[in-house]
């Protein structure tokens, strides 16, 4: 029987978690953080743990960061909210000007909303509506890629491709269109990213030349399918994806909601690739880990298609009550403000090519890793069955949630995608600390594949 503590017991009587099987928590109870500091937390009999996952893919700057509290400190003490429809406030209005200098040209106004799903469902409604009006009526479809993740809501499950997540929903779903992904790893043309010259867009073209006068538009995760177990993938990829786009009249959807501020190596993944996308849906790092925010930029053109005389029904009536929230718009820019102060893309650099440097030479040849892949500061380790043949594991062994419970064990925080462990830390950690998780993680993959061997 576990020994629970009172607030474990309380946890367990009051609260559902999120993408859990509650029934595990009987066996492996909730750990109760009571504080942050740094790339650490800490558990209320004050145990540590290193978080490389920056929890949940948000934390950028460590946790209680004295520049970030201090911003959110003194907005709530001036105002913690107000109505955004016919008012505003200064921290929104500087952060959308800002928005608008930093990402790619032409994404020139920006829509607030307060949470990831909410961004992609406002600019598959903007899409739609923005063709509607233009005497396209037809263009009522989307086309997403395979292994996509785009959020929970119901339109964002539409275009996601991660059957885990909205295959008991597919009753309620939208009909969307579906292209075959970009898989690196298990190339069906048997090319390897840095020598390909992309041939599997032809899955995409082949879907375009039979639907493209329905499709509205294109969605995509640049660079990374990250809730597909960080699959990654060229930007020349991205890159023939908005010259189709442009060539079949459809919007481009780029979702930076995990890849954006920095976790590719470039402020923005969709740099990498010389495009600016219709829309850009932004969250997770945007307000460094502290408060729900999310942004949808998008450009004049699009804009313009909504600015009429109200009788003409022409707006877009979308809102949400904490749209453009005082105290999310002042964080986010205190993270803005932090990225320029610190040249941080300077020291991402550096220390993701430690990162890469160090966890090739460790994982790269163990017989249960099929693949080290690194993108920036996202680095992931495909665990497999077969090094040779790329055999994957039976997802019902629940290899990484096993591991997963090793690594907190030794104080490491690892959240698995399947059978895919990953390292998205903030980008505070030192050097030593890259080391320490590299070799935590390298010494419970060992113990769990020996442990496993001896039974």
């Given at each position: 029987?576990?020994?629970?503590?009172?607030?474990?017991?309380?946890?367990?009587?009051?609260?559902?978690?999120?993408?859990?099987?509650?029934?595990?928590?009987?066996?492996?109870?909730?750990?109760?953080?009571?504080?942050?500091?740094?790339?650490?937390?800490?558990?209320?009999?004050?145990?540590?743990?290193m978080d490389v996952v920056s929890s949940w893919w948000v934390n950028l700057f460590g946790h209680a960061n004295e520049r970030i509290s201090k911003s959110l400190t003194e907005q709530a003490f001036q105002l913690e909210h107000t109505i955004f429809a016919n008012f505003t406030h200064k921290p929104a209005?500087?952060?959308?000007?800002?928005?608008?200098?930093?990402?790619?040209?032409?994404?020139?106004?920006?829509?607030?909303?307060?949470?990831?799903?909410?961004?992609?469902?406002?600019?598959?409604?903007?899409?739609?509506?923005?063709?509607?009006?233009?005497?396209?009526?037809?263009?009522?479809?989307?086309?997403?890629?395979?292994?996509?993740?785009?959020?929970?809501?119901?339109?964002?499950?539409?275009?996601?491709?991660?059957?885990?997540?909205?295959?008991?929903?597919?009753?309620?779903?939208?009909?969307?269109?579906?292209?075959?992904?970009?898989?690196?790893?298990?190339?069906?043309?048997?090319?390897?990213?840095?020598?390909?010259?992309?041939?599997?867009?032809?899955y995409v073209e082949e879907q375009l030349e039979l639907y493209h006068e329905e499709i509205s538009a294109i969605i995509v995760e640049p660079l990374i399918q990250a809730a597909a177990g960080m699959k990654m993938y060229p930007p020349r990829y991205l890159k023939k994806l908005k010259d189709l786009c442009?060539?079949?009249?459809?919007?481009?959807?780029?979702?930076?909601?995990?890849?954006?501020?920095?976790?590719?190596?470039?402020?923005?993944?969709?740099?990498?690739?010389?495009?600016?996308?219709?829309?850009?849906?932004?969250?997770?790092?945007?307000?460094?880990?502290?408060?729900?925010?999310?942004?949808?930029?998008?450009?004049?053109?699009?804009?313009?298609?909504?600015?009429?005389?109200?009788?003409?029904?022409?707006?877009?009536?979308?809102?949400?009550?904490?749209?453009?929230?005082?105290?999310?718009?002042?964080?986010?820019?205190?993270?803005?403000?932090?990225?320029?102060?610190?040249?941080y893309l300077e020291i991402i650099k550096e220390k993701s090519a430690y990162m890469k440097k160090v966890a090739s030479e460790t994982f790269t040849y163990q017989p249960y890793v099929g693949e080290y892949r690194q993108t920036g500061m996202v680095g992931a380790i495909e665990l497999v069955k077969n090094?040779?043949?790329?055999?994957?594991?039976?997802?019902?062994?629940?290899?990484?949630?096993?591991?997963?419970?090793?690594?907190?064990?030794?104080?490491?925080?690892?959240?698995?995608?399947?059978?895919?462990?990953?390292?998205?830390?903030?980008?505070?950690?030192?050097?030593?600390?890259?080391?320490?998780?590299?070799?935590?993680?390298?010494?419970?993959?060992?113990?769990?594949?020996?442990?496993?061997?001896?039974?």
């Amino acid at each position: 029987m576990l020994k629970l503590s009172n607030l474990q017991k309380k946890d367990l009587n009051y609260v559902w978690h999120p993408c859990s099987q509650m029934k595990d928590y009987e066996e492996f109870p909730p750990i109760v953080i009571t504080e942050g500091k740094g790339v650490y937390l800490y558990d209320e009999n004050n145990k540590e743990y290193m978080d490389v996952v920056s929890s949940w893919w948000v934390n950028l700057f460590g946790h209680a960061n004295e520049r970030i509290s201090k911003s959110l400190t003194e907005q709530a003490f001036q105002l913690e909210h107000t109505i955004f429809a016919n008012f505003t406030h200064k921290p929104a209005i500087y952060l959308a000007e800002k928005l608008v200098k930093l990402t790619p040209d032409g994404l020139a106004k920006v829509f607030f909303a307060d949470n990831g799903s909410s961004a992609i469902e406002i600019a598959l409604k903007m899409s739609f509506q923005y063709h509607l009006q233009k005497g396209k009526a037809n263009k009522t479809r989307f086309l997403a890629l395979t292994d996509a993740y785009h959020g929970e809501t119901l339109g964002a499950l539409s275009v996601g491709g991660v059957e885990l997540y909205n295959q008991i929903y597919h009753p309620l779903l939208l009909d969307t269109i579906r292209a075959q992904g970009p898989d690196c790893f298990r190339c069906p043309f048997n090319n390897t990213p840095n020598s390909c010259d992309t041939p599997c867009i032809s899955y995409v073209e082949e879907q375009l030349e039979l639907y493209h006068e329905e499709i509205s538009a294109i969605i995509v995760e640049p660079l990374i399918q990250a809730a597909a177990g960080m699959k990654m993938y060229p930007p020349r990829y991205l890159k023939k994806l908005k010259d189709l786009c442009l060539q079949y009249d459809i919007h481009l959807i780029a979702d930076e909601i995990a890849v954006g501020f920095g976790r590719t190596g470039t402020l923005f993944a969709c740099e990498q690739a010389g495009i600016s996308p219709d829309f850009m849906c932004l969250s997770k790092g945007l307000t460094g880990g502290y408060l729900p925010l999310s942004v949808v930029l998008t450009t004049d053109d699009i804009y313009d298609a909504f600015y009429d005389d109200y009788n003409s029904m022409k707006a877009f009536l979308h809102s949400h009550s904490y749209t453009g929230n005082p105290l999310a718009c002042r964080v986010a820019l205190e993270v803005l403000n932090i990225f320029e102060d610190n040249n941080y893309l300077e020291i991402i650099k550096e220390k993701s090519a430690y990162m890469k440097k160090v966890a090739s030479e460790t994982f790269t040849y163990q017989p249960y890793v099929g693949e080290y892949r690194q993108t920036g500061m996202v680095g992931a380790i495909e665990l497999v069955k077969n090094k040779e043949t790329k055999e994957p594991f039976p997802s019902e062994e629940r290899i990484g949630y096993k591991i997963y419970q090793l690594a907190l064990e030794k104080g490491l925080l690892l959240r698995p995608l399947g059978h895919v462990l990953y390292f998205m830390p903030p980008y505070i950690i030192t050097k030593e600390e890259i080391d320490r998780m590299i070799s935590i993680t390298n010494e419970v993959i060992q113990e769990y594949f020996t442990n496993t061997k001896e039974v």
